[in-house]
């Protein structure tokens, strides 16, 4: 078995505006940047660079339709601070049936795509996870 | 800015077999087996792949996919069929080649040759 995952796609009518949300969210660079696609990587020299899949933001006519079956879990070191930052930058909270007691806050991104902000690790899931 | 992608997460129906079908896909080992699970982790690399309980319906295609790439696409293609997913269509343009297929609860995914990269 010789298979990897090495993108995830994301589709949009606008591959480079929903882009510059994902490159000041995360910190990544555009490593491919035309009309129809943008690419973007984590950072050089970052414990990510060539590990984490890209992200591939490719032009379709269409908005989205339903919630979408697949989205990202992001970790942050202050769950708060980043929620903040991430609304600033046009990202909002939702409310996808949830329940007001989980650890984690949902959000969708400038097109309405669903995330997730995890809590942080704690220091000994830290130490555990290297 | 300390934010970092965790993992890649699908909603399913049915947990055991998607369990079964993606740890066998991408080689991914489980975080549990209790069978009331209702969000399991399967470790792997490059990234883990979760899968929660949901009940929302495929409606429509979805906005977010993941891209396999290998460097035997007859040969994996294969496999992942025997394992439970469905060739949708081989796009054969020798500048963009790929496999659409989805997996058992009908989630689309690409296949694409490592060579065509």
Known sequence: ?130 | MTIRLSSAVINCADIELMTSFWSEALGLVPSSSAPDDDFRVLRGRPMNVSLQLARTPIRARDQMHLDLYTDDQAGEVERLVQIGAKVVRHNRDPEDDYVVMTDPEGNEFCVIALSEV
């Open chain 1, 1 to 130: 078995m010789s298979i990897r995952i090495q993108c995830l796609c994301i589709d949009t009518t606008d591959p480079a505006g929903l882009a510059s949300f994902w490159e000041a969210a995360l910190g990544w660079r555009r490593t491919y940047d035309k009309e129809e696609q943008v690419v973007l990587e984590p950072p050089e020299g970052s414990p990510d660079e060539g590990i984490a899949p890209d992200l591939l933001f490719l032009r379709v006519p269409e908005d989205k339709g339903g919630k979408n079956r697949l989205h990202l879990d992001l970790r942050p070191e202050d769950q708060a601070a980043e929620v903040a930052r991430l609304e600033r930058l046009g990202a909002r909270r939702v409310d996808v049936g949830q329940g007001a007691d989980v650890s984690w806050v949902v959000m969708a991104d400038p097109a309405g795509n669903e995330f997730c902000v995890l809590r942080a690790l704690t220091a000994a899931e830290l130490a555990e996870s290297g």
